[in-house]
């Protein structure tokens, strides 16, 4: 296998490591969302700190670095939560769906706080994949499950600026295993208060689910890690909505969620729109490395 190959490989196993998450999270029964993400990053930040003891990477960061780090670890900690109250009220597939919006939201965010520079297609493709959304969310006074269908579009636009700082950071030079192990940390010290005075127990087989919810996210974050380390994120980042799939045969086989049709509309708009995106990528970045090579 080259590395492009790797590449999407890994990438497609990182996101049925996060449906499988989502799916141990709803599994988990009827908690907070606070108490379960609590526990996913607990996994999460065990793993992190023995990857920084093996590692032993420089922990001087400038002032400007120390402040990303805190609003990626904000934002990402909103959206979290978010996510998992969305895994606990939707169709499996349509939290997802609307979690994976973030490539979309980090683009605007790109251009508010990076002050990148936005084209027409870019700009034509956010606006299909709200129009995609719509029909996932379906705004209308007849939908139950609005609210927590908004929650979970609050959760993707949570990621995606979460995103932004991390690329932010990444431009830097900040070690991407110091950012794991200090948003995970973070996350658990936030909520830990809530934790304390809103703790619920839970039997084995909820301390279980948690404890499997935070193993599968720490896989999805090694494996995506790995992914963009074989290949860069315009070659395989469309592979990463192949968690949508993924969800939608979990949640079917699992609880027996069928997405309507309106859902299955959006599913197709939205992952169509990035696949568009990733072959104008593509082809816009080969047509400059052809000018270049001239």
């Not at 934790?195 to 974050?221: D, E, K, R, S, Y």
Request: one cysteine or more; aromatic letters at 16%.
């Amino acid at each position: 296998m080259n590395n492009r190959q790797k590449g999407i490989l890994c990438i497609i196993l990182s996101s049925f490591s996060f449906a499988l998450m989502n799916l141990f999270v709803r599994l988990s029964g009827d908690l907070p969302p606070i108490q379960k993400s609590f526990f996913r990053n607990i996994v999460a930040v065990i793993f992190a700190f023995i990857i920084l003891l093996k590692e032993k990477p420089n922990l001087s960061l400038d002032k400007e670095s120390i402040k990303y780090l805190l609003y990626r670890s904000i934002f990402g900690t909103i959206g979290i939560v978010s996510n998992f109250y969305a895994v606990d009220h939707l169709v499996l597939s349509d939290a997802s769906l609307l979690n994976k919006m973030s490539p979309f939201f980090a683009v605007l965010f790109g251009i508010l706080i990076l002050k990148e520079k936005i084209n027409l297609f870019q700009l034509s493709s956010i606006i299909a994949a709200f129009i995609g959304v719509l029909f996932v969310v379906k705004p209308t006074s007849l939908n139950m499950d609005l609210f927590p269908a908004l929650i979970g579009l609050m959760g993707g636009i949570c990621a995606g600026a979460a995103y932004t700082f991390v690329r932010a950071m990444g431009q830097r030079g900040v070690q991407g295993s110091i950012i794991v192990f200090f948003f995970s940390a973070f996350s658990c010290v936030v909520t830990l208060p809530f934790l304390i005075f809103q703790f619920i127990p839970m039997n084995f087989n909820q301390v279980m689910a948690l404890l499997l919810a935070g193993l599968a996210a720490t896989g999805g974050q090694f494996g995506i890690t790995a992914a963009y380390c074989y290949a860069p994120a315009r070659e395989i980042s469309v592979f990463d909505y192949s968690q949508i799939p993924f969800a939608a045969l979990l949640g079917f086989f699992v609880f027996g969620q069928i997405p309507d049709h309106y859902s299955w509309l959006g599913y197709f708009i939205i992952c169509c729109t990035a696949v568009a995106m990733f072959f104008y990528v593509n082809g816009h970045f080969h047509k400059k490395t052809e000018s270049v090579t001239k």
